[in-house]
């Protein structure tokens, strides 16, 4: 590896690290080996997101077209003075990373620019661009050269990036409607966010992370307790949700204190030792 690639894998180690000290924790967990190209992946989703979600003074869809062009540009010229897409095309291409998912992960970041409700189509949609293919993408690079397992764990890889993804939309519920005038669910506004609704998603996210525990299970070991642990993070944000009352869902934002995480980190390390994941 030269030093330039070195140090563009670095950026993405950062941006991850900045943005979010629960995937780092996941990501430290993993075998040493699948740090940076976790890392590479994380830092593009997440440049990506910025620019739909923050740069709300530039023209966002200049930004993103722009980011999208410099991407497969990057990738097919195997470099980019850009840190973080140099490194991104780094993972692409040493870990045969599928250019359609790449593209409906870019597509959903332009129905953000465009969409303010989802009917159920849409919603899907997004949810395979935004989610599951990020799931997909992570389990090419745990399994790249076993595409017998890579297939076999494709169902369960895409549900629990989907059930993550609900999870974050009920937990940023309010942000997202008070600051983009977003909301993802179909047949749902922010006014009529009413108790059954409320549950009906929580069990179609129960039901997801139930089917992607039975493919974390039999993740190899260099992966499969940093896996879990991001799935029992999720599983408990969801279960402080489902505690709280719709109408209080609305007036806050949920988060697990370093402690809670700690505590996780120590469980999810005993049951995957001893064989008792659940």
Same mark, same amino acid.
């Given at each position: 590896?030269?030093?330039?690639?070195?140090?563009?894998?670095?950026?993405?180690?950062?941006?991850?690290?900045?943005?979010?000290?629960?995937?780092?924790?996941?990501?430290?967990?993993?075998?040493?080996?699948?740090?940076?190209?976790?890392?590479?992946?994380?830092?593009?989703?997440?440049?990506?997101?910025?620019?739909?979600?923050?740069?709300?003074?530039?023209?966002?869809?200049?930004?993103?077209?722009?980011?999208?062009?410099?991407?497969?540009?990057?990738?097919?010229?195997?470099?980019?003075?850009?840190?973080?897409?140099?490194?991104?095309?780094?993972?692409?291409?040493?870990?045969?990373?599928?250019?359609?998912?790449?593209?409906?992960?870019?597509?959903?970041?332009?129905?953000?620019?465009?969409?303010?409700? #989802?009917? /159920? !189509?849409?919603?899907? +949609?997004? =949810?395979?661009?935004?989610? *599951?293919?990020? $799931?997909?993408?992570?389990?090419?690079?745990?399994?790249?050269?076993?595409?017998?397992?890579?297939?076999?764990?494709?169902?369960?890889?895409?549900?629990?990036?989907?059930? #993550?993804? /609900? !999870?974050?939309?009920? +937990?940023? =519920?309010?942000?997202?409607? *008070?600051?983009? $005038?977003?909301?993802?669910?179909?047949?749902?506004?922010?006014?009529?966010?009413?108790?059954?609704?409320?549950?009906?998603?929580?069990?179609?996210?129960?039901?997801?992370?139930?089917?992607?525990?039975?493919?974390?299970?039999?993740?190899?070991?260099?992966?499969?307790?940093?896996?879990?642990?991001?799935?029992?993070?999720?599983?408990?944000?969801?279960?402080?949700?489902?505690?709280?009352?719709?109408?209080?869902?609305?007036?806050?934002?949920?988060?697990?204190?370093?402690?809670?995480?700690?505590?996780?980190?120590?469980?999810?390390?005993?049951?995957?030792?001893?064989?008792?994941?659940?």
């Amino acid at each position: 590896m030269d030093l330039y690639t070195e140090t563009a894998l670095a950026c993405s180690r950062l941006a991850t690290r900045k943005y979010s000290s629960s995937f780092s924790l996941g990501i430290g967990i993993f075998n040493r080996k699948y740090h940076a190209p976790i890392y590479a992946l994380y830092g593009f989703v997440r440049f990506a997101d910025e620019i739909v979600d923050t740069f709300h003074e530039q023209d966002q869809s200049a930004l993103l077209a722009r980011f999208k062009a410099e991407t497969f540009e990057a990738i097919e010229k195997k470099f980019s003075t850009n840190p973080i897409l140099h490194s991104f095309q780094w993972v692409v291409n040493n870990y045969r990373l599928d250019h359609n998912h790449i593209k409906a992960f870019l597509h959903s970041m332009e129905m953000d620019l465009e969409k303010k409700t #989802f009917s /159920k !189509v849409e919603y899907d +949609r997004y =949810i395979y661009g935004s989610a *599951e293919v990020i $799931g997909a993408m992570c389990l090419r690079i745990f399994y790249m050269n076993n595409d017998d397992r890579y297939h076999e764990f494709i169902p369960a890889a895409q549900k629990l990036g989907s059930a #993550f993804q /609900k !999870v974050n939309f009920l +937990r940023d =519920i309010k942000d997202d409607y *008070e600051n983009r $005038g977003r909301i993802y669910f179909p047949d749902t506004n922010f006014e009529n966010f009413i108790t059954h609704r409320k549950r009906e998603i929580e069990e179609d996210i129960n039901r997801e992370f139930t089917e992607a525990l039975e493919g974390t299970k039999k993740l190899h070991e260099g992966v499969r307790n940093g896996v879990y642990l991001a799935l029992r993070y999720y599983r408990e944000l969801l279960k402080k949700i489902e505690k709280t009352p719709a109408e209080k869902i609305l007036q806050s934002r949920f988060r697990l204190s370093g402690f809670q995480k700690l505590v996780l980190l120590v469980k999810a390390w005993l049951r995957n030792k001893l064989g008792r994941i659940r």
